[in-house]
C-alpha cells in the first residue's frame, strides 16, 4: 500500500514529499549491456522463407553418392588391385563383421597373419567398385552392412579359413572364392573334408585331361557304328535287286 511521508532537508530547511512503494513491488533490474549483446550474437537466424523437404532431390543426391566416385576413393579401389596382385592372393572370404573391441581384432589380425592369411576391413562401396566387370561382381548382394575380407595365397588356405573363423565370434564367413570362382560354405566345407586339397585338383586336372580322350573315343564309337549299319544297308539292298 501506497503512503507518502514529509521529509525536512537539513541545509535548506525547505521539505520534500517522497512516495514511499511497498515491497511487494519489485524493481525491475535489466540484464547488462555485455550480457543483452552476447545473446544477440548467439540468436538463431531463421530463415525468411521455410524449405520444404524434396524427396526426389533427395534420393537423387543419395544415389548420385552411391554410383559416383571421387579420386581418392578411385585412388583406394587401385592401391587394393596392386595389393592383391602384389602377394598373390588367390583366395577370399567374405565375412561378416560383428562389433569387437580394438585390442582383441589387433590380436586376432596378428594370429590369422601367422596362419596365412590377412584380414582387411573394406568399405562397401570400394569393394563393390573392387571387382566390379569381373567374375567376382556376382558379390554385390553382400556389400551391405559390415564386413570383413580374408584373403589367402594357396587352396590349403579354404581349410584354413573354416577353421579358425570358426574361433572367433565376430567374424562370420558368408562366401568363399578361389581365383574366379565363388564357392557357398557348404561347398567349402565339403572340401576341407578331404585329405589333402592339392591331391584333389591334381585328380581334378587328371580328369579334365581325359574328357577329350573319351570324347573322341565315343565319337570315333558312333561313327564306326553309322559306318557298318550303312554297309549293311547297301549290302541288301543289293541282294534284293
Known amino acids: 500500500m501506497n503512503s507518502v511521508r514529509l521529509f525536512v ?4 530547511g525547505c521539505s520534500t514529499s517522497i512516495r514511499a512503494v511497498s515491497s511487494k513491488y519489485i524493481k525491475p533490474h535489466p540484464r547488462s549491456y555485455k550480457r543483452r549483446l552476447f545473446e544477440a550474437a548467439v540468436a538463431p537466424i ?3 522463407e521455410v524449405k520444404q523437404c524434396n524427396i526426389a532431390q ?4 543419395l544415389n548420385r553418392h552411391q554410383q559416383e566416385y571421387a579420386d581418392i ?3 583406394e579401389v587401385k592401391e587394393i588391385k596392386r595389393w592383391i596382385k602384389e602377394h598373390n592372393f588367390r583366395s577370399m572370404a567374405v565375412c561378416q563383421f560383428l562389433s569387437v573391441n580394438g585390442r582383441n581384432l589387433w590380436l586376432t589380425s596378428n594370429q590369422l597373419r601367422l596362419q596365412g592369411l ?3 576391413q573394406i568399405d562397401n562401396k570400394i569393394a563393390k567398385k573392387l571387382f566390379e566387370n569381373t567374375a567376382l561382381a556376382a558379390l554385390e548382394p553382400l556389400w551391405v552392412g559390415h564386413n570383413a575380407l580374408l584373403f589367402g595365397k594357396d587352396i590349403q588356405s579354404l581349410k584354413v579359413i573354416v577353421t ?4 572367433y565370434n565376430f567374424l562370420i564367413p558368408l562366401a568363399i572364392t578361389y581365383d574366379n570362382r565363388i564357392m557357398s ?3 567349402v566345407e565339403k572340401l576341407t573334408d578331404l585329405p589333402d586339397l592339392e591331391m584333389v585338383r591334381a585328380q581334378t586336372t587328371q580328369i579334365l585331361d581325359q574328357i577329350p580322350v573319351q570324347l573322341t573315343q565315343a565319337l570315333n564309337h558312333h561313327g564306326e557304328q553309322l559306318s557298318t549299319i ?3 544297308i547297301s549290302t541288301g539292298n543289293q541282294e534284293t535287286k
Open 58 to 61: 533427395v534420393l537423387e543426391r
Open 185 to 187: 560354405m557348404k561347398e
Open 46 to 48: 531463421m530463415p525468411k
Open 118 to 120: 590377412e584380414l582387411r
Open 230 to 232: 550303312l554297309s549293311q
Open 73 to 75: 576413393e578411385l585412388a
Open 164 to 167: 579358425e573363423t570358426q574361433k
Open 9 to 12: 532537508l537539513p541545509k535548506s
